[in-house]
């Protein structure tokens, strides 16, 4: 298990992230070699490692990339929506199997944007990530 | 009967010491931002991830600390201390050249750098912060 995977199985387990997202939609980073043929998708980002709140946890900050084709960012905003509310307040009890004790707290959003390299316009919804450093 | 034991205070010497708590603060924050600022924009030309064609990019990455406001302190018509306006500091992190935001943006941030550094050394100023704070 490490952080992205982690992240991708919990936005696969929500079905109001599904219904505008399949999950072979839902990408980790770099895992987008061609643009994909359905829209809206997503890539999961996983920045650094940080020193944590007590020892032997980090703390990383994780960026969720929703794009879509250009035009209206409507359904962007809704899927990012969901994703907040599918990741937001996310706490399991340290200890428990593999896992240990993650929380999950959502940061801030970004502006609208463009991605010139997917041709898309896009947002992103960014987490604070506190847990075993699976990715060590 | 002897009288009951008090404390007589001769010497004011609590108040000036928190009249001038805020200059210190000031003065120390400020300090950690202009010793911080070259870090991250060390940290930036360093480890952004692209292959320089120019170097242009590269060389372009500032990192800027700034202070603003914390004057006024004094008092008031009523002969009340006042504390003055609230002081601001921070670095900036930016991109001179102008296709910067394509950077930062395009492939889901493959090529960004500004918010990766912020990611990773924000919590290096706030440890500083919060070590001179506990100082005073």
């Known amino acids: 298990m490490d952080w992205g995977t982690w992240l991708k199985s919990t936005l696969d387990g929500s079905a109001d992230v599904t219904d505008d997202v399949p999950t072979e939609f839902i990408f980790g980073a770099g895992a987008v070699e061609k643009v994909p043929a359905h829209f809206p998708f997503i890539e999961i980002k996983v920045g650094s490692a940080n020193r944590g709140p007590f020892p032997g946890a980090v703390e990383r900050v994780s960026t969720i990339w929703v794009h879509d084709e250009p035009g209206d960012y409507s359904l962007i905003d809704a899927v990012i929506e969901n994703v907040k509310t599918a990741l937001s307040g996310v706490q399991r009890e340290a200890g428990t199997g593999e896992e240990g004790g993650v929380c999950c707290r959502w940061i801030g959003d970004s502006q609208e944007l463009a991605d010139d390299g997917y041709h898309t316009i896009t947002r992103n919804t960014s987490f604070q990530l506190n847990g075993k450093d699976w990715d060590a | ?136």
């Open chain 2, 1 to 136: 009967m002897a009288s009951p034991p008090r404390i007589v205070f001769t010497e004011d010497s609590l108040r000036p010491k928190v009249r001038g708590l805020s200059d210190k603060i000031n003065t120390g924050v400020r300090a950690i931002m202009e010793f911080q600022a070259p870090q991250c924009q060390n940290y930036m030309r360093e480890n952004a991830p692209w292959d320089d064609q120019t170097g242009n990019a590269r060389n372009g990455l500032f990192a800027k600390a700034y202070s603003s406001g914390g004057g006024g302190r004094g008092r008031d018509s009523a002969g009340r201390f006042t504390s003055g306006s609230t002081a601001s500091h921070g670095i900036v992190l930016y991109g001179s050249v102008p296709y910067q935001i394509w950077l930062e943006v395009r492939f889901s941030g493959r090529y960004a750098i500004i918010v990766p550094t912020v990611e990773r050394k924000a919590p290096d100023v706030m440890r500083m912060v919060n070590k001179l704070l506990a100082r005073l």
